[in-house]
Structures are given as C-alpha cells and as structure tokens.
C-alpha cells in the first residue's frame, strides 16, 4: 500500500508543477523572484512599506532607505503587507507553501524587532492601522476580540516579556497576538531568525487530518519538520482566503525580505475527514501524498489502482520509471505517467509533419528525428514532433524517461512537452516549437550580444532552481549542455532533452550507469561513482557558462589547454576579461561579465560539495548587490579518469547525441 501511495503521490505531483494555474479546485503560483512589475501591474498587492527590487520583495525599508533623516522613510514604526491578488481555496483542501525569507538587523543598531508573518487572511485590504511592533502587521488593538477572521504563522524577531517565549521562535495567531495558538523557539534548530542568512519555510495544511505543519532550514540544508499542530481551517478563516506576508518594525529598525514564493492549494473532495483526536494515534503523511485524492476527476480509481500497480512492478525491479518494453506496458506507463495535455495519433502527427518529409525535418540522433509540424487548429499552432527510433531500447527508455519528468514540469524556461502518441510500434513526444534552434549553432559565432547571452544564462540557471527546488520532487537533469538548451522566437531560454533525467527524493543522490556528455560531466559522475547529483547539474552549468562568455566550445579536460584552465589562470591574474568573446567587440557591462565568470568557476569546482546551489546562483545573475562566493586561491586538479570527448558531437534539434548516452 505505501508502494501504491509513493507512486501515485509521484504521478499527480505533475500537477502541482503548473507554473501558474487557477480554476475552482486548485490554484498554484510560483515565483521565483521578484520585480517592481511583480507589485504595480503583477499578481501581487502590495501595501504599506513594501517594495519589489533587486530580486526580492521587502516588507519594511531596507538600511539604505533607513538612513534618510525624513519620517517618511524612518524604518521605525513601519507596516508592510502584500497578498496574491486572487483568492485561494483555504478548506476543505490541502495547502503546501514554500518561501525563503532574510531576515536582517540594521548595521550599528542597538537591536532589531520585530518580525513578519505567513498570513491567510479574509480580505486583500491593507493591514490594520496601527498594527506595526509586535502586531506584526496582523492585528491591532481593537482587533484582538476575533473581529478579522485570518491566521498567520509568525516568525517573531522580538522577545515582548508578557507573551513571547524569547526572541527567536515561531507561533500560530488567529484572533491574538498575545494570546497564540501555539508559540514554540527555533533555538533548538540552531536556526537564528534575524541571522541575515536565507531561510526556507515550508508551510503544509493537511485538510483530512487537520494538521498544520511548518519546517524550517537555512536555504543550503533540507527542511525539518518544527512543529505540527492540529487546527480546524474552516474555524479559523472563509473557504476562500487571501494569502502572503506581512512585517512591522516598532522602535527598532528591521529588515524583512522574501526572495521567492510557491504556492499550492488543491480542494479536497466532500469526504468528511477524520476529526484530530477521534484516533489518538496520528499518521504524518508525505504531504504531497494528498496528491492521490485528486485523481478520480482526471483518470477513475479503477484506472489508478491498474495502471500504478503495473508501474510498481517495474519500479520493485528497476527503480526506474521504466520496465519491459512490449507494446502494453509503454502504453500503458505512458498514459499513467505523462500529464501532457494532449494525446496525438498518428495520423495527426502525420499530416501535422506532411506524413514526415524532408522538408520538415529539423535533426536527427542516436535516439530518434525530429520533425516540425503545424497542428491544425484555430490558430494553427507550429510543434516539434521527435520520433523515436522503434529500434532503439534506450529510445524506449528516454521516451519514457522524458513523459516521467518533463510531462509534470511546467516553467517558462523548459521545453513544454505537450502530448505524446504511441500507436502499434509508433512512439512520439510533442514540444512547444523553438524557432531559434539550440544554443550549440551560436557558440563560437557572432549572432548573440552580451544582454541575449545574459538572458539565456539567467533563464537556463531558473530552470535548474526550479528542477532542484520547485517542482515538488527534485529533478536531476544530468546533460546540461547547450545543444539541450533551446531557444524561442525572442531567445529565451528553455530547457529540453530530458531522456536522461531521473527523479531524486530528499537527501537522496541517483545511483545510475553513467551518462550524459564527458566535456560536462562532473568529476566524481567521470570518476565512476555513479551517483548523479544536484551538485552535477551545476557543475555542467558552469561549463555552460564559460562557453557562452568565452565564445568556445569545451573539448574534455584531456586537452592540453582546457577551457576552464584558460579561464581559471586568467582568474589568478586578474584578467578576466581576456576571456570574454572577442565577437563581441567589447560591448559588454565589465563588472557583470566578470561576477558571471566568477560564478561559472564556482559551479565548475572539482568538490561538489564547494559548488553553489542554484539558488545562490541565480541571486546572483538577478541581482548586482548580492554576494559573490568566494574562490580558492588555486583550483585542485580533478583526480578522476576522464573520457576526453568532443561536446560537438551531431545533435538532433533537441540535443540528443547518440554517443553521449552510455547505458548499462
């Protein structure tokens, strides 16, 4: 039974992806950062104090607006709010937040105070008046009677003697401030609110069993569990609430950022759900495993329990979302797995391609060819058919591979799949059309300025966050190059080729045969360990960001002269700049160009664990201001055997290279 509830919960979770989706049963939003747009004509109100820049949302005034000597921009006594501008379902339904906060003290100040809040509240109005200090933009004096119906999850910075139990805890309002729900200190996680690092919260409301359940992490380390606690929603707030954050200062000055947000809330269908207490013994789910319930509107329970008991089989025996490949069995994994919107037949594939002439034809691989096409609809729309090899059992493996991953994700900078057919021993996979190709044919030619190929890196690093921190189970891609990256009408970055993704769960690494493209494959991957990583995936991202600077396509580390040695020895001699793309004539912003080397030589260090998550990375491509990592004062030599391959191996249109997949 937990078999069939991880599987199913893996299956539906393709769901939860959707970048931004709303209707009447579940809405999920996604932001990864933020921008003045994000608040004046965006999906955010945004009240009081707060401002949108430089990436991140601040709920109170920051030092540098706090120095001014008007009262209008004193960081004392302020109130910031701002909401998702569009109701969400609050119960019967289940909730899943996860945001990451910094929360910082003024330099030179005596202290700091007083903190921000997670709220569900009944209206998108403004915050109380007179809700700033320990009100933390919630309530007010005249609203501690049950007045305003709404719950917020505090992260107090300030210890008030009569209520709080010190000055770095967590507590659940509804009617009072002083008078929480339950209030309980982070100072047995070791984790400090007002630290100035970044933290992740998660938030998860259970609606069946009514529990609410926060974690907490510094953004570099997982999430554990800090408190759960059992609350009845539909007691708290109205079905349908406003959701975000609110901060206050009171005599002291503080600052309190949000640098990213996602959201879910999917409604639970009218079972009666088991009231807390009713059986002592309580059962902590994986929350996404409330996934499953949503099922029957799209497939039928009869249909799951037949077709995810198949699918357990396979993953007892290969752990894999793959197994025998006869005719049923793709068929029916195909169907189970993907959540593209559509399935195609054959025959429509074959007069979108004009029954897949050469004149429609974009490339071809090791796995397949790819073709365009135009579907005929009103208004017709422009596809990229990719037909896969009936002869190729890793083809069977990578269309399978690709429906298992990219059929569930859904991010403006990869490539959505959007249907897939299998007829007989016909097997195709559906992409938007990217007219501009892969970043490969660009690489070493003068077509792209700095501010395109700064686009394409900001856009590809946003993929890689979301695949290993926003879509619900974290994604290793594990051939990140630029044949896979493709490119739209205004070259944009999206993602493709995921034939070799796998799935990881938390805290866990993917122990799988080596594959991928050698002059991007991390050390320890080409040192045969096996073990396919988060850390992997930057590391082939580094590399991809010294070849669209530099202009030159990586050959292996066998060369006598690598890529990153030429770089990395410029580093050390303070040129940087020597290695920048001579067809760019010198048009390029210096300090951005060099804090964008710096960034792909940290990504492409030989320890994996001294790499940046992606999340650094990407704060730092959008925002000039954040911190730099700092590199060592020489670069270790990896100490794995490497395979010295060239990366311009043929490529189809969507990056597969025949000889890159080495598979048992």
């Excluded at 290993?468 to 009408?489: A, F, Q, T, Y």
């Excluded at 995936?537 to 580390?557: P, W």
């Excluded at 670069?635 to 794995?640: D, M, Q």
């Amino acid at each position: 039974m937990f078999l069939l509830l991880a599987l199913s919960t893996f299956l539906i979770n393709s769901q939860a992806s959707v970048n931004s989706m709303n209707d009447q049963t579940q809405t999920t939003f996604n932001f990864p950062t933020f921008s003045p747009q994000s608040c004046s004509n965006g999906d955010l109100i945004c009240m009081g104090s707060v401002t949108a820049s430089n990436g991140h949302l601040s709920l109170t005034p920051e030092p540098e607006q706090g120095n001014s000597s008007s009262s209008s921009s004193s960081p004392l006594y302020k109130v910031g709010r701002v909401l998702y501008r569009y109701p969400v379902r609050a119960w019967p339904a289940f909730i899943s937040t996860t945001f990451t906060v910094r929360i910082s003290a003024f330099p030179n100040s005596t202290g700091s105070g007083d903190g921000m809040a997670f709220v569900f509240a009944q209206d998108s109005g403004p915050s109380p008046p007179d809700s700033y200090g320990s009100f933390l933009g919630l309530l007010n004096r005249s609203t501690q009677d049950g007045a305003v119906k709404q719950l917020g999850i505090e992260l107090d910075t300030f210890m008030n003697q009569e209520f709080d139990p010190d000055g770095n805890h967590i507590a659940i309002d509804t009617t009072s401030i002083m008078n929480p729900v339950v209030a309980k200190s982070l100072n047995s996680t070791g984790i400090e609110l007002k630290s100035g690092r970044d933290i992740k919260f998660r938030i998860d409301y259970d609606g069946w069993n009514q529990i609410l359940q926060v974690s907490a992490g510094y953004s570099e380390n997982p999430t554990i569990s800090f408190l759960n606690y059992s609350i009845d929603m539909s007691q708290m707030v109205p079905s349908s609430v406003y959701v975000g954050f609110t901060g206050s200062t009171g005599t002291l000055p503080e600052s309190h950022q949000v640098l990213d947000w996602v959201f879910t809330s999917l409604q639970l269908p009218g079972i009666p759900p088991t009231k807390p207490g009713s059986d002592k013994k309580v059962h902590h789910w994986n929350t996404k495993s409330i996934w499953v319930i949503d099922l029957p509107i799209f497939l039928g329970i009869a249909i799951l329990i037949a077709c995810t008991y198949r699918l357990i089989l396979r993953v007892l025996r290969r752990n894999q979302c793959i197994g025998n490949q006869d005719e049923d069995d793709i068929e029916s994994q195909s169907r189970t797995a993907a959540n593209a919107p559509e399935m195609f037949t054959y025959k429509q594939l074959s007069v979108a391609t004009q029954n897949f002439c050469k004149e429609n034809l974009l490339g071809s691989g090791g796995f397949g060819i790819v073709y365009k096409g135009i579907i005929s609809s009103d208004p017709p729309k422009t596809i990229a058919v990719k037909k896969i090899s009936a002869t190729s059992k890793q083809g069977e493996r990578e269309y399978l591979a690709e429906i298992c991953t990219i059929g569930r994700l859904r991010h403006k900078n990869i490539v959505q799949l959007q249907g897939w057919c299998h007829e007989h021993e016909h097997r195709f996979l559906v992409y938007d059309y990217m007219p501009n190709g892969s970043l490969d044919r660009y690489i070493g030619k003068p077509y792209l300025d700095w501010r395109t190929r700064y686009k394409i890196l900001t856009g590809l690093a946003s993929a890689l966050l979301y695949l290993h921190e926003e879509c619900g189970n974290p994604v290793v891609h594990r051939d990140i190059k630029p044949n896979n990256v493709m490119l739209d009408s205004d070259f944009h970055a999206h993602l493709g080729d995921f034939g070799l993704a796998r799935l990881m769960f938390e805290d866990a690494s993917v122990t799988i045969p080596m594959a991928g493209t050698p002059a991007y494959l991390a050390p320890e991957f080409l040192g045969f360990s096996g073990k396919a990583t988060q850390e992997s995936d930057v590391y082939s991202f580094g590399m991809v960001v010294l070849e669209v600077v530099c202009g030159r396509r990586s050959k292996g580390f066998m060369d006598d002269y690598s890529l990153v040695e030429h770089v990395w020895n410029s580093y050390t001699k303070n040129a940087l700049l020597d290695c920048v793309d001579q067809m760019l004539d010198g048009k390029f912003e210096e300090e951005q160009v060099r804090r964008t080397l710096i960034v792909g030589l940290a990504c492409l260090d030989t320890y994996r664990m001294l790499r940046p998550k992606m999340r650094k990375v990407v704060q730092i491509l959008l925002n000039p201001n954040e911190p730099l990592m700092e590199l060592p004062d020489t670069r270790a030599r990896p100490s794995a055997v490497y395979l010295s391959v060239s990366s311009s191996a043929p490529t189809t249109e969507f990056g597969s290279t025949c000889s890159s997949y080495m598979a048992s």
